[in-house]
């Protein structure tokens, strides 16, 4: 079985700061593992996805994560807060299956 | 350009009614999902498809039915027996096996029961 915890569910920064959402999962397989982005009454958006190919994945808008296995996490960071940023995160496994396993999701606010 | 379309966007259903969510993808992916999302929650799967002609339930398929008659296709029927039918609808697509490829999600139907 897998499963994945977003550890915070709501994380507030100030613009321009540095955001870090915080991601841990387990899994029986080697996982792929996404970032989803949610904005109000929205799809969900990918992100950036991690594949094995490289530990450090490069997303859009400036997101990276890097993918510990040590520590069975996949931390998602940004260097500087945007308003623009001001949405739902989901931290997303997907095992062997092709099946999806979704975080609680956090909610980033941005303040001015 | 490819992607999924889900339609409508709001839908609003008396109680006791059937309705029926529209998903369409034309990204040649052979799987489909339907996720429902509540407010503060994360997303829960309702039915699947992993290719025409077969479908699977997901952790909440009660009060739900679906067709995957073609693999464009796969709309999602919430019918009276769904008790509290009032959330967004998210339908996805993905290529089948292997690691590496991305899903896409459509923009989601809000349904509420008036």
């Known amino acids: 079985a897998q499963s994945v915890t977003q550890l915070d569910s709501h994380v507030s920064v100030s613009e321009g700061t540095p955001v870090l959402l915080r991601c841990n999962y387990s899994s029986s397989y080697s996982p792929s593992l996404f970032w989803y982005v949610q904005h109000p009454n929205k799809g969900l958006q990918l992100l950036l996805k991690y594949t094995s190919a490289t530990t450090l994945v490069k997303g859009i808008n400036g997101f990276e994560a890097e993918f510990k296995k040590s520590e069975t996490s996949f931390h998602l960071t940004k260097p500087s807060a945007h308003m623009s940023d001001a949405a739902e995160y989901f931290c997303v496994v997907r095992n062997a299956g092709n099946m999806l396993t979704f975080g609680g999701g956090t909610r980033l606010m941005v303040k001015p | 350009d490819g992607g999924i379309t889900q339609s409508p966007k709001y839908l609003f259903r008396k109680e006791g009614q059937n309705v029926t969510l529209s998903c369409e993808q034309n990204l040649n992916h052979d799987a489909m999902y339907w996720y429902r999302q509540d407010p503060g929650q994360g997303l829960r799967l309702i039915y699947y498809?992993?290719?025409?002609?077969?479908?699977q339930k997901g952790d909440i398929a009660e009060g739900y039915s679906v067709s995957r008659e073609k693999k464009e296709s796969f709309p999602l029927t919430v019918t009276s027996a769904q008790k509290n039918p009032t959330a967004f609808y998210l339908c996805a697509s993905g290529g089948a096996g292997g690691a590496g490829y991305g899903y896409t999600f459509g923009s989601g139907t809000r349904l509420t029961v008036v």
């Open positions: 498809s992993q290719i025409v002609n077969d479908f």
